[in-house]
């Protein structure tokens, strides 16, 4: 089958990679409907990850069950399903406090559930997919992808961030993570919603996720911004959603006294010393999102329709034409670029 496979920074090819396979009797076979690249893949692409081998890429995934281990029970072949970018029982007692991620069994998909492919091998599928009701109407499938990983990334962003009722939020980032913690903070009810973005399009699309403000200024400046937008105090609520120094320092300067930083950007090189914590009052929490602790509720919005989180997919690109869709993600001419196997 075709798969992609990034071979150096810079250098995505779509190459033949072997079909996946039940490798344990907890797996399941998915043909996929639809897959995508995603911010994070962009720094190996970059050079900010290593690449010392071929790496398969993809970790989003929406598609139809065609073949299950024998120790499945709850997955069944002609389903369609939705997982997580970790595979974990769902059963484990870090699990069921909401921590998938964390699960103590989890297997991070690798070289054999690769998404950005034909078919991928998921494990433990009984703990990590989730089923729709019947197999969706094409022009679901998008919103579908998108809660594998940005739409799950984004609501517990603004979870750990505790937006709500009353709250104000500030969103730092306007990637697919960003503009869908903007829509995770509408739907949970957060009062005033700022994004913090730069560029036209993605600043359209987030006031239609529900953004009432728009801050164009970085680092310091947007911070100050901020403070001048909230009467000198700051965002009851900020989501940190790019992974850099300045992002974060951002986010946490943003933020008001007693407030709360939900960061799900991944980390590359950020420090903050104690000073900076102890002195504001500013609370932290985050990491890999635990989109699993999520899906059944993001799914049955979206199978509702009263969500339409695949609008984050502003270019679509059959598999072969991957290492396009990488470019334009690099050089920011695409928000996020869906792939159709």
Not at 105 to 122: D, F, I, N, Y
Not at 289 to 297: G, H, N, W
Not at 317 to 333: K, T
């Amino acid at each position: 089958m075709r798969g992609v496979v990034m071979h150096a920074p810079g250098d995505v090819r779509v190459d033949e990679v072997a079909e996946p396979m039940i490798l344990k009797p907890t797996d399941a076979i998915i043909r996929l409907s639809a897959t995508c690249i995603c911010g994070s893949d962009l720094w190996p692409y970059r050079g900010a990850d290593p690449v010392n081998q071929p790496l398969h890429m993809g970790h989003e995934y929406a598609g139809i069950v065609e073949e299950v281990g024998a120790e499945v029970k709850l997955i069944k072949p002609g389903q369609f399903v939705v997982g997580s970018f970790f595979a974990s029982d769902n059963t484990c007692e870090i699990c069921r406090a909401g921590y998938q991620t964390s699960c103590l069994h989890r297997e991070v998909l690798g070289t054999s559930g690769a998404a950005q492919a034909q078919r991928m091998r998921v494990p433990l599928a009984d703990g990590t997919l989730v089923a729709t009701p019947e197999v969706p109407d094409d022009d679901l499938v998008p919103s579908f992808l998108a809660a594998s990983d940005v739409l799950g990334t984004g609501w517990f962003g603004a979870v750990a961030a505790e937006a709500g009722p009353g709250k104000t939020v500030a969103v730092v980032g306007d990637g697919a993570v960003g503009l869908l913690a903007v829509l995770a903070a509408k739907e949970l009810g957060s009062e005033r919603i700022i994004a913090m973005s730069r560029h036209p399009d993605r600043q359209a699309l987030a006031r239609e996720f529900g953004a009432t403000d728009i801050v164009e200024e970085r680092g310091e400046a947007g911070a100050t911004k901020i403070k001048e937008l909230t009467d000198g105090l700051g965002a009851h609520s900020v989501v940190e959603a790019v992974g850099t120094q300045q992002s974060m320092m951002q986010a946490i300067g943003a933020t008001r006294p007693g407030g709360h930083v939900g960061f799900v950007g991944v980390l590359h090189d950020v420090a903050i010393t104690g000073d900076q914590i102890f002195m504001t009052h500013v609370q932290l929490h985050g990491g890999p999102a635990p989109v699993r602790r999520f899906l059944p509720d993001l799914m049955e919005r979206i199978w509702q329709r009263t969500i339409d989180p695949g609008r984050v997919f502003d270019l679509q690109l059959p598999l072969d034409r991957a290492a396009e869709g990488y470019r334009a993600m690099d050089e920011r001419r695409a928000i996020k670029v869906l792939l159709q196997p």
